[in-house]
């Protein structure tokens, strides 16, 4: 108990810090969910495929991004970013349009091919070996509160709170953010008020699997391994920070991925850390039976 | 919905066909003979991952294995002429992937099998071999899980856990250590070591265990178990799990200032550590059986691998090369691929010349001297720190 006592603030720490990854590939779960109505599965693939984007990039780079360090990441990450967001496009068109209007099992199940189709098909390119990021994120190691933070997770999780801040002013300030809320309320009316709901789907992709693939060069400079399979298991953990914070809900999402992230380090704290995934997903199922609609969740009644 | 019900219906129908049939071919193959005729290509079964994150260690595993076919071929084959044909099947580190696979070689008609690296996997393969009469040197899985199966047919190549476990805690012994953080990933291989050693230093008494704990494999985030080790005193971290989950925990504990010394077992002994926890793997120490690299006079066998396959031989690629060899000699001295001839010929074994030293086989079908031997990572490679002689 004593030991737990101790080790507070840095489990406080830590699991903000986990937390804000989860935060960054839940909102891509949330927004297209919101949308579309689609839980989308190969999203975790995405924040996979963007770290091995960052990988080839960086290693294309070779000695010479060494000299500009922070700068040429963020410059990484945003071509990155560009790559993985085009590539939910493409995923998109290619599976997920021609289904449009069909059971939502069905789109279900393709959802779940893509993210074979991406996951094997990196593997195929780049092999199924795990890589060693070239970039690796090193820095001062301060002591806040007696919990010990490193620079790099200060800069990560800034980078994170700016794209969420960003993303939040993007749906709430413009009007194709506008155009996006409209259609999660309803597609048809929208589309007979002359919303191109076409496109607004495709940048709705573009934009969630641009944030994923910012979370993938990220954890790829912090954790230093990636791997074909590494979007598996945080993709089921963003769903679950999704459904937390009550998926279709962007604040929700950013709230649900923090949460779970202190969930998980409270829990493996207490009852050990093999434990950590069941707890996680103890949690979902929780939720799913509770507060179906999340800590922020939309009122469902809304559609009738 | 009416559709979707008949769907299901049909899709049930469908499935109990398919067992039904699937059973009915497995006793058809069940409980023979392996089959084959007297003549032609003695079929080698091998069974490692080629997919996954271990991909790379399987690779290394089939070379190994191929070219000791390769050699035998060359010389003529075995049994007056009759030629080995190494058949690779994908094990993925998966229980179901590597049944599926040991189901294929089975139907194949393979006549021994010379595979196996992940114990979790290998262990539900071992009932489908025994059944069809296919005999097993298992080249690097080594559960103590896989002794307890108490089957005839099994031999294991590589030392066990039991053996790792004792090599630990000479280690442990030697370099004075007072307190040991024992971490594995759940898995049997994994888990196998931690409780044996745990057994073992608490009855040596010289140092305690502090901390005996698993993480889930497949995670990036490791925290937790930083903070477990780094709040237990430690000055030994003892890693049992394979390499991915091993050079990330390395990278994290040293960055949460653990200062103590880290060693990892045979899972993690493998270059790529050094790639995925960087700086933070130089001084990790490993338990491992010997590799080409710390093998006296292995030079020539080196350069010949590294002109077939283009690239340095790793771990367990000599003990698949030592499991072909082994099965061709007891196929020889059987005079025949006979299941039961064959298996009697292994027990007889006595000093083959073998990488890991002279083999021989006690009656648990296990090495009778396990050969394992400590490294240390020295720029990032591992290199031989100790022998334990």
Not at chain 2, 101 to 118: E, F
Not at chain 2, 251 to 275: C, F, H, N
Request: aromatic share 8%.
């Amino acid at each position: 108990m004593e030991q737990i006592l101790t080790d507070m603030p840095q489990v406080i720490w830590d699991g903000l810090f986990v937390g804000s990854f989860y935060a960054l590939i839940a909102l891509g779960y949330s927004m297209v969910y919101g949308i579309i109505k689609l839980l989308n599965f190969a999203h975790g693939d995405i924040y996979m495929v963007g770290a091995f984007i960052g990988y080839a990039l960086l290693t294309a780079l070779g000695g010479s991004f060494q000299m500009m360090g922070l700068f040429s990441l963020i410059v990484v990450m945003m071509i990155s970013m560009l790559l993985t967001g085009t590539i939910g496009v493409v995923v998109e068109k290619l599976a997920y349009r021609p289904l449009r209007g069909a059971p939502r099992l069905a789109v279900l199940i393709t959802a779940v091919g893509a993210s074979f189709s991406l996951e094997y098909g990196v593997a195929a390119i780049a092999g199924s070996k795990p890589r060693g990021f070239p970039v690796r994120l090193d820095g001062e190691t301060l002591f806040m509160l007696g919990a010990r933070v490193t620079v790099p997770q200060i800069i990560l999780m800034l980078i994170a709170g700016v794209l969420m801040f960003a993303l939040d002013r993007y749906i709430r300030g413009t009007s194709t953010g506008r155009a996006m809320r409209s259609i999660s309320l309803d597609m048809k009316g929208s589309l007979l008020m002359g919303v191109n709901v076409n496109s607004v789907i495709s940048r709705t992709f573009f934009i969630g699997s641009a944030l994923a693939g910012a979370a993938g060069v990220m954890a790829g400079a912090y954790y230093g391994n990636i791997s074909f399979l590494m979007g598996f298991i945080i993709g089921l953990k963003a769903f679950t920070a999704a459904v937390i914070g009550g998926i279709g809900n962007i604040r929700g999402a950013m709230l649900g991925g923090l949460v779970l992230g202190l969930v998980e380090a409270f829990g493996s704290e207490i009852v050990g850390g093999q434990w950590r995934d069941a707890f996680a997903f103890a949690v979902l199922i929780l939720f799913l039976t509770l507060r179906p609609t999340g800590i922020l969740g939309e009122r469902v009644t809304e559609r009738v | 919905m009416n559709f979707g019900k008949r769907t299901l219906g049909v899709l049930g129908v469908a499935t109990a066909v398919l067992l039904a049939t699937s059973a009915c071919s497995g006793g058809l193959l069940g409980g023979g003979d392996s089959g084959d005729s007297d003549s032609g290509p003695i079929k080698i079964g091998m069974i490692v991952p080629t997919s996954g994150s271990s991909a790379p260690t399987g690779a290394s595993m089939s070379n190994g294995a191929q070219m000791a076919v390769d050699e035998i071929n060359a010389a003529g084959g075995i049994l007056d002429g009759r030629m080995l044909e190494l058949q690779i099947a994908d094990g993925a580190c998966d229980a179901q992937q590597a049944v599926a696979s040991a189901n294929k070689l089975v139907s194949s008609g393979v006549s021994i099998s010379v595979g196996g690296y992940c114990s979790g996997a290998t262990l539900p393969t071992l009932p489908i071999f025994d059944k069809a009469g296919v005999p097993m040197i298992i080249p690097a899985a080594n559960s103590q899980d896989l002794v307890n199966e108490k089957l005839k047919s099994v031999f294991l190549i590589n030392g066990t856990g039991l053996q790792q476990s004792a090599a630990a805690l000479d280690f442990v012994k030697k370099q004075g250590y007072k307190a040991v953080a024992l971490v594995d990933d759940n898995t049997s291989y994994s888990k196998d070591i931690t409780t044996e050693t745990e057994k073992q230093i608490k009855a040596d008494g010289a140092s305690t265990v502090v901390l005996n704990t698993s993480v889930n494999p497949g995670e990036s985030d490791y925290s937790s178990v930083v903070r477990d080790i780094n709040g237990s005193g430690a000055d030994l971290v003892y890693w049992t799990g394979y390499y991915q989950e091993g050079g990330l925990i390395i990278d994290q504990l040293r960055k949460a200032g653990y200062t103590g010394d880290i060693m990892v077992a045979d899972g993690s002994a493998d270059p790529t550590l050094a790639e995925i926890a960087g700086a933070a793997a130089e001084g990790v120490y490993a338990t491992m059986t010997p590799t080409p690299n710390t093998i006296d006079g292995a030079e020539g066998w080196i350069a010949d691998y590294k002109k077939a396959f283009g690239d340095d031989p790793k771990p367990y690629s000599t003990q698949s090369y030592d499991a072909v060899r082994l099965a061709a000699a007891a196929f020889e001295a059987a005079g025949n691929t006979n299941t039961d001839d064959v298996i009697k010929a292994l027990e007889g074994i006595k000093d083959f010349k073998a990488f890991s030293g002279p083999l021989s086989f006690t009656k648990d079908h296990t090495l009778a001297s396990g050969g394992f031997v400590i490294l240390v990572m020295k720029d990032a490679d591992f290199q031989l720190f100790d022998n334990l002689q």
